[in-house]
């Protein structure tokens, strides 16, 4: 914010040009802490006995050690110009195991059946009236399971009474799914990043106001998205799950916090969140009228991604 305010989408050098663009000459790169991660043997957290596949490999996960200045550049410092922000990619490969069948017992404990078949466009559908959530059926697993955990996120975080299904407010639920689908999918170690990132800046920037910045919406939802998937990883236990996520975020940020969205049998605990005031950047009302170029709209029930 204070090196490039009006800053909208970033990459590397490299990047850029595996993209197509080329930095102009003479730009000045925006300095970002880029992640520094080990190569670490996935371990039982309470026999300390290293996890294996089917085939009997040991599993691995990357661990973050640290952090390095990394440099980037705007969209606006590249030529060509770049006409739209990147699409989200379809997922590839395998779910973690167990995964599917866990997610499918949540939604069947709120009352929806859970079907496969056409979304009408979309890789996913929750329908409040029939109480359906629908999964894409011809995709790999990998999106399967992600798309799954967005939908079970839509039926636990379930619009208010006459909220309206446009705009703002869907842009809202659907930073919050995602988001929530990109934290379960990681505590299970399936990276979603080049679905999800693409997917959240799109509807973040439909929800964006003049006086109520991208930053703030995604940052408004943080109560909503970590409450909800630690109600889900609860059920679905990843094996190295070492804390719930809502106590860890309110750790780091020096907050009370006790959200727990209702599920099924559980009886949800007293809300108690720090209130924080976001100032909008001054790059926002241009970034929200830029279209999200993502999957149409499934209608007005359709919550698909």
């Known amino acids: ?3 490039k305010p009006d800053a909208t989408m970033i990459a590397g050098y490299r990047a850029w040009q595996a993209m197509g663009h080329q930095v102009r000459r003479g730009e000045k790169a925006i300095k970002i802490l880029g992640p520094v991660t080990r190569k670490v043997e996935l371990v039982d957290r309470i026999t300390g006995e290293p996890i294996r596949d089917n085939d009997g490999r040991t599993q691995y996960v990357r661990q973050l050690v640290g952090v390095r200045p990394v440099s980037v550049f705007d969209a606006s410092q590249v030529d060509p110009p770049v006409e ?4 989200p990619t379809l997922l590839r490969g395998q779910a973690p195991p167990g995964l599917w069948d866990s997610l499918a017992e949540l939604v069947e404990a709120e009352g929806f059946q859970l079907t496969r078949g056409d979304c009408d466009g979309a890789n996913g559908l929750t329908d409040y009236q029939s109480r359906e959530v629908r999964v894409r059926a011809d995709v790999d697993d ?5 798309t799954l955990a967005h939908e079970l996120a839509h039926v636990l975080i379930r619009p208010e009474p006459g909220e309206p299904y446009a705009g703002a407010c869907r842009g809202r639920r659907e930073v919050e799914a995602e988001s929530v689908a990109y934290v379960v999918a990681a505590a299970h170690h ?3 990043s080049q679905y999800t990132f693409n997917y959240v800046a799109g509807w973040a920037s439909q929800a964006a106001t003049p006086q109520r910045g991208i930053e703030a919406v995604v940052a408004e939802t943080g109560a909503r998205v970590i409450a909800t998937a630690d109600a889900i990883l609860a059920h679905t236990k990843p094996a190295d799950l070492e804390t719930k996520l809502v106590d860890a ?4 940020l020096g907050v009370t916090a006790g959200l727990t969205p209702k599920v099924a049998g559980r009886t949800p605990e007293p809300e108690v969140w720090e209130t924080v005031t976001f100032t909008p950047s001054p790059g926002t009302q241009a970034e929200a009228r830029r279209p999200i170029p993502l999957e149409r ?3 007005t029930l359709g919550l698909g991604i």
């Open 1 to 3: 914010m204070l090196q």
């Open 297 to 299: 709209d499934t209608g």
């Open 84 to 87: 739209s922000p990147p699409e």
């Open 190 to 192: 399936l990276d979603t």
């Open 249 to 252: 975020v309110a750790e780091d």
């Open 142 to 146: 990998a999106q399967a399971v992600k």
